[in-house]
């Protein structure tokens, strides 16, 4: 079921071929293990009830018409006959023997079946017989015994007889899906010739898989409510109702019935339609022995498919609609705490750079204008010798006191001349009174007033040399 779950989560098609076709490969690997089983066992079933046969002090010749030998005979072969019903994966087992204690058309021999439909079921019935002989072995006989097999009531037995040759290996065959006699069950019968070492056909014995018994015990476990997986003779189409069949280990299970005519869906699906039905699965060919093939199938209700694929639409439609929601709820989120805050900050510092813009370019108009007054209020005053020597003493000024000369005239702070120069108040006061000293001046203001009219004069202070 999580498997299907999580299968429905890449797309309502794709989860649900995955899912088939899963199905598809383990029913397909219990069939293959159910024949093997059944043949190499049925084989060994044959050789073991070949010795029996022989070891007999009557020929097998001479059973016929003799009650006491066959009673003696099948005397010796219901335990081991019991045994091996208990190891092979079957409802039943069974030894038709080539000879009677009738007439024609009839057959000797031992048929057991399981008391119920579970596979570790150990209790058998006798279904066909004689009676004497089951009860000493506490096998019952059967609602429906009978002491010998009727050939006419086996369709296929009769066939399988005739046909008998070795190597015995070679020469399992199956039966088509059969009504037993006298009762309402169906099942199929593996048989294996029973040769003499002169090639003498003693008779077949073999297995029977009934289908309570395949329905019961090849049940898949599985998301799907109802899940149909068939055995059907290979075929045109799939004959449903030659087929053994089985379905989920919980949940409703309907056996499909009649003819179903398969069609690709396309993407690995098949459509399985049956005159008054529809299947949507997965169907292949399985050669089970050298000489028979069966098509195996594995489908759920057409409108069980149109349901998962709308559910699974509408699941997808929702998990998209989840995902669209988170990611703007996360984007809003997201927008509403980081990104707003920041474009705020960042409008904040930028309308506090152009503040601060505005307030030094007003800050360097009303120095330039300061300037300018100095300027015109030195021209007016008669100061040419106190010039002459601020003129000449600016080449004799070092390069730190260069530095803060040029700061000055720029209009800058001391301040501002401290920290561009990275030295300390105390040293620019140092520096101050030996450009003041070479200058000529008395202040600041005083060095100002020259350089105003240094630049109105000439434009700039003479280099240094």
């Known amino acids: 079921a999580g498997l299907f779950f999580f299968d429905q989560l890449k797309s309502p098609r794709e989860g649900m071929v995955t899912s088939l076709n899963f199905r598809m490969e383990a029913f397909a690997s219990d069939m293959e293990s159910l024949w093997r089983n059944v043949s190499v066992m049925g084989v060994h079933l044959s050789e073991d009830m070949t010795d029996l046969i022989e070891e007999q002090t009557v020929t097998f010749s001479a059973l016929r018409g003799d009650a006491d030998a066959m009673e003696a005979l099948q005397e010796t072969m219901l335990e081991p006959l019991c045994q091996y019903g208990r190891q092979v994966d079957c409802s039943g087992a069974f030894v038709l023997l080539n000879s009677s204690l009738g007439g024609d058309g009839s057959c000797g021999g031992l048929y057991i079946q399981r008391s119920n439909s579970a596979r570790m079921a150990s209790d058998f019935l006798l279904y066909r017989g004689m009676a004497d002989v089951g009860r000493q072995h506490h096998v019952m006989p059967h609602r429906k015994w009978a002491q010998e097999f009727a050939l006419a009531e086996f369709p296929g037995l009769a066939e399988h007889l005739h046909t008998a040759s070795?190597?015995?290996?070679?020469?399992?065959?199956?039966?088509?899906?059969?009504?037993?006699?006298?009762?309402?069950?169906?099942?199929?019968?593996?048989?294996?010739?029973?040769?003499?070492?002169?090639?003498?056909?003693?008779?077949?014995?073999?297995?029977?898989?009934?289908?309570?018994?395949?329905k019961q015990n090849f049940a898949q476990p599985t998301g799907f409510d109802r899940l149909s997986c068939l055995l059907a003779p290979a075929g045109d189409g799939l004959a449903a109702d030659a087929a053994l069949s089985s379905g989920t280990t919980s949940g409703y299970y309907h056996a499909p019935r009649n003819t179903l005519v398969l069609r690709s869906m396309g993407g690995g699906l098949t459509q399985l339609t049956g005159p008054d039905s529809a299947y949507a699965g997965i169907s292949q060919?399985?050669?089970?022995?050298?000489?028979?093939?069966?098509?195996?199938?594995?489908?759920?209700?057409?409108?069980?498919?149109?349901?998962?694929?709308?559910?699974?639409?509408?699941?997808?439609?929702?998990?998209?609609?989840?995902?669209?929601?988170?990611?703007?709820?996360?984007?809003?989120?997201?927008?509403?705490?980081?990104?707003?805050?920041?474009?705020?900050?960042?409008?904040?510092?930028?309308?506090?750079?152009?503040?601060?813009?505005?307030?030094?370019?007003?800050?360097?108009?009303?120095?330039?204008?300061?300037?300018?007054r100095l300027a015109d209020v030195c021209r007016n005053e008669s100061v040419p010798d106190a010039f002459q020597t601020f003129v000449a003493g600016i080449p004799t000024l070092t390069k730190t006191e260069r530095r803060i000369f040029d700061g000055y005239a720029a209009g800058l702070r001391t301040r501002e001349i401290v920290e561009q120069l990275d030295i300390k108040d105390s040293t620019l006061r140092f520096h101050n009174k030996n450009i003041y000293e070479k200058l000529g001046v008395s202040s600041l203001k005083q060095l100002q007033q020259f350089v105003a009219i240094l630049n109105s004069g000439s434009g700039s202070a003479p280099d240094e040399k």
């Open 166 to 214: 070795a190597p015995i290996e070679h020469h399992c065959r199956t039966t088509a899906l059969l009504t037993l006699p006298d009762t309402s069950e169906r099942a199929i019968l593996l048989t294996v010739p029973m040769l003499g070492a002169d090639g003498t056909v003693y008779g077949l014995c073999g297995f029977e898989i009934s289908e309570s018994y395949f």
């Open 285 to 372: 060919l399985c050669r089970l022995s050298e000489s028979q093939s069966y098509r195996l199938a594995v489908c759920i209700p057409m409108a069980d498919y149109r349901r998962l694929v709308f559910s699974g639409n509408l699941q997808m439609l929702l998990i998209g609609l989840f995902i669209a929601f988170f990611v703007v709820f996360c984007c809003m989120n997201f927008h509403r705490r980081i990104l707003s805050p920041a474009f705020r900050q960042f409008e904040e510092d930028r309308r506090e750079s152009r503040r601060r813009m505005d307030e030094l370019q007003l800050e360097r108009q009303q120095m330039q204008t300061e300037l300018s």
